[in-house]
């Protein structure tokens, strides 16, 4: 059960992130209605949310879940793998001071963004991306060892994060897209295959009672409603632009 998450509102340089897809730039003043509506998604699953300050010396800093992984006993604050992007954890410790005591860091030659982490209940996937790397996971799974949890690698080959192929729904439902359907790791889970022409709408965000997809991929949208969950959408659009789903938006705990 969540309670809380924090996020950071999309900054003036937002145009500025980092992208691989081929969209277009961000419209600003969209991309603040549709954060808006994620920050009001999260309350109605029940957060109480943190709303942090745009920060424009970091055009990608509205992804605030690549910071840091946070547990119910430790949050750990992550380094980056993009250069562009090393820095935005400074002000996320900060924050996170607030609700943790115990706060433990990723240091450097190891690399790891929070997008690379998924856990399924005390166990911790952590995808080796162009971002993350092996000395960042091991030290991941070190801390989290100390903390009562599990954590072992996956190979990430063709998207951004861990997370941007696979997430974790809850009850043992696997929501996954093209390199990580039928990958070993999760052979026990019933694995929902999201078709390759929604592959983008497979990052949804479980929380409490309900499942948040993105606006506009109905099958994706039906494969989650019956597997029993209620939905919630968010469009957007503008983070998409910027290789950014729902998850990447907040850090919940
Ligand atoms: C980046 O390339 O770092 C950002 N433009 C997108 C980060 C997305 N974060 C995530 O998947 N957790």
């Known amino acids: 059960m969540f309670t809380r998450a924090i996020v950071r509102k999309p900054c003036e340089n937002l145009m500025e992130g980092i992208t691989t897809a081929d969209l277009g730039k961000p419209d600003y003043d969209l991309a603040l209605k ?21 920060d424009n010396r970091y055009p990608d800093s509205v992804f605030v879940e690549d910071t840091a992984v946070v547990t119910g006993h430790c949050a750990i604050i992550t380094n980056p793998g993009a250069p562009s992007r090393k820095g935005e954890e400074i002000e996320i410790r900060e924050a996170l001071k607030e609700f943790y005591s115990d706060i433990e860091t990723i240091k450097a ?14 166990h911790f996937f952590i995808g080796l991306s162009k971002r993350t790397n092996e000395e960042g996971a091991r030290q991941l799974i070190q801390y989290l060892k100390k903390y009562g949890y599990t ?38 889970f019933n694995v929902i295959a999201v078709d390759d022409d929604e592959s983008y709408s497979v990052n949804c965000i479980r ?45 919940r705990f």
Do not use: W
């Open 109 to 122: 030659p190891g690399t790891l963004e929070g997008g690379d982490v998924m856990r399924v209940e005390n």
């Open 151 to 188: 954590g072992s690698t996956i190979p990430v080959r063709e998207v951004l994060h861990l997370k941007t192929g696979v997430v974790y729904l809850g009850d043992n439902n696997i929501l996954a897209a093209g390199e990580f359907i039928d990958c070993p790791d999760f052979e026990d």
């Open 34 to 54: 549709q954060h808006a509506n994620y920050v009001k998604a999260l309350e109605k699953c029940g957060l109480e949310v943190v709303v942090l300050d745009a």
């Open 207 to 251: 929380i409490n009672r309900y499942v948040i997809v993105p606006e506009g991929f109905e099958k994706t949208k039906a494969l989650v409603e019956r597997a029993g969950y209620k939905t919630l959408e968010v469009g957007m659009s503008e983070f998409r632009k910027l290789d950014g789903g729902l998850t990447c938006l907040s850090l």
